[in-house]
């Protein structure tokens, strides 16, 4: 079974940076496609950005010019930088695969707020 930890959440002001991590362990190959989740207080999980190992790369509207994906395959581990924070992106950050098949990893809580 493969586990998900991320990090680098934290508390910032609109505007801020915020780079998230996350390491994958449990697995001899590499995930094919693998993205970040985030849910919102009261909302549903939804998907923000995606990474293949060809590094084909998709972002939801919402974030598309803002966050920055990237993956190093060696290591099975997920980044997703994020600029330009707006309060709109509090939430707790999730990665998985695409589509999600493994079990949710502990998240790590993002703060946008002045």
Known sequence: QVHFVESGGGSVQPGGSL???????GTSSN?????????????????????????????????????TIFRTNAKNTLYL??????PEDTAVYYCNSVPKYYYWGQGTRVTVSS
């Open 31 to 67: 995930i094919y496609r693998m993205g970040w989740y985030r849910q919102a207080p009261g909302k549903q999980r939804e998907l923000v950005a995606d990474v293949t190992l060809g590094s084909t790369i998709n972002y939801a509207e919402s974030v598309k010019g803002r966050f």
């Open 81 to 86: 930088q994020m600029n330009s924070l707006k």
């Open 19 to 25: 780079r998230l991590s996350c390491a994958a362990s």
